[in-house]
């Protein structure tokens, strides 16, 4: 037992063993019961604790004394202004007098008294102002370093509640149910413009959970294809489609290729038939499907290629929708006529994504949802690779995205960026 390493054990069944020869600690996870979680939810579930220490580190961070002086300031500030108003504005105001009183009153012995509450305010507040995460390796590495040198194996059971810093919701963005919107932006004028403006046909749909299902689908695709990114063309093939399909993934742009197969899943959507109520492909299809368009009309800087560009072909097939939709009022009345056809518009992403719904339709009616399932899946995996850090550290402070995660995870797999593509598309 003489060679054995200190055990701790948290109250989620995560463990930390630390090295009695000086080595960093390591720690293990088991968040969750394999009987009921499969891998992908584990290693993703590892990502979300990783994203949340960098909350902690970016917003909520208080460790070092420097830190605290910055809730000490505006007391101080408070403090010297007050002095400075009463003392040298005050007829009452004794120059010769080293305890400088003003109307009677020792100015000193309160600056000093109200000082002294400030650092009694700050001890008083620290556990809630650091996480309870940070609170939590302190102990831990307090511990370790009484426990590492004892030859004996000791197992302490932490008990904490979970924190979450990011609302674990995807955002949703029907494009064929809102490019109709029309923005007041009386905020924006009001503010003179510190607010952005809304654009035409931006109106997000209610956020949804993001559920266990999708994770699992987007990470077995990405270990389909053994560690690569693919734009979809491998989940096409997969299905049997990838001579007929291919076109749809070889578009202009990546945008392009999110907005087609966006209007397309959302034609099949409209063709509801009591038994597809429940089927787990249609459910993670829409939700992605959904997610990227949202991704296009309200964070293009999280997708490839200059976000003016993105905002610019968002604003094209907002148009596009307004001018051949024009007096379809329902959705079921929208999608009917994309799948009769639209005269004059064949080029458009509109009707590449009516063309794309009814090749799915013909080809595939009984398996387009796991065709558009997978290909989905495929394809967010292969958008997440970006440069572009302060959008993600952004999006962290106002509850988080999904291709966040996705950008980080991929990130540890070694892959910062998306392969190239033979037609050079961005």
């Known amino acids: ?77 408070s403090a010297i202004v007050w002095n400075s108003i009463s003392g ?18 020792n100015v000193i012995s309160w600056i000093t008294i109200v000082l002294l509450a400030s650092l009694v305010f700050v001890y008083i507040m620290k556990p809630f102002i650091s996480p309870n995460r940070i609170i939590k390796i302190r102990s831990i590495r307090s511990w370790i370093e009484k426990e590492k040198e004892k030859p004996r194996t000791e197992t302490v059971t932490w008990q904490h509640n979970e924190e979450n810093t990011w609302e674990r919701k995807l955002g949703q963005y029907p494009l064929l149910l809102n490019f109709h919107y029309h923005p007041w932006n009386v905020l924006s004028f ?18 949804i959970k993001l559920t266990e299902e999708v994770i699992i689908h987007v990470l077995s695709q990405f270990k389909d294809n053994n560690g690569k990114l693919e734009n979809g063309q491998s989940a096409l093939a997969r299905n049997q489609l990838g001579s007929q399909l291919s076109w749809a ?6 945008i ?22 429940l089927n787990v492909n249609r459910l993670v299809a829409q939700s992605l499907s959904d997610y990227c368009a949202y991704l296009v009309a309200f964070i293009p800087d999280m997708l490839p290629g200059h976000g003016y560009d993105t905002r610019y072909i968002f604003d094209a097939v907002v148009m596009e929708a307004r001018q051949h939709l024009a007096g379809c009022e329902t959705m079921g009345s929208r999608c009917e006529k994309l799948m009769t056809g639209l005269y004059g518009a064949e080029g458009t992403i509109l ?7 009814r090749e799915l ?66």
């Open 351 to 357: 009707g590449m994504g009516a063309k794309l719904g």
């Open 361 to 426: 339709r013909h080809m595939v009616p009984e398996r387009r949802w796991k065709v558009l399932a997978d290909f989905w899946g495929e394809f967010i995996l292969f958008l997440a690779p970006s440069d572009n850090a302060d959008i993600h550290a952004e999006m962290l402070a106002t509850g988080g995205e999904f291709m966040t995660h996705l950008w980080a995870l991929l990130t540890h797999a070694g892959i910062p960026e998306r392969p190239s593509s033979s037609s050079g598309r961005v």
């Open 249 to 254: 993934c070889t578009l202009p742009t990546h």
């Open 256 to 277: 392009h290729t999110i907005l087609v197969w966006h209007i397309a899943t959302t034609i099949s959507w409209n063709e509801v038939s009591p038994e597809v109520h």
């Open 190 to 207: 009001v503010s003179l413009g510190l607010v952005d403006a809304n654009r035409k046909g931006q109106k997000a749909g209610t956020k």
């Open 88 to 105: 040298a504005f005050s007829r009452h105001y004794h120059h010769s007098n080293m305890e400088q009183r003003v109307d009677a009153t």
């Open 1 to 77: 037992m003489a060679n054995s390493s200190p055990l701790i054990m948290f109250g989620d069944g995560s463990t930390l063993i630390a090295s009695n020869t000086g080595a960093p600690p390591k720690i293990t996870s088991k968040l969750h019961s394999p009987s009921h979680y499969s891998n992908s939810v584990r290693g993703f579930r590892v990502i979300e604790v990783e994203l949340t220490f960098l909350y902690d580190f970016f917003y909520t961070r208080m460790e070092s004394g420097p830190e605290y002086c910055v809730l000490l300031a505006p007391f101080i500030s």
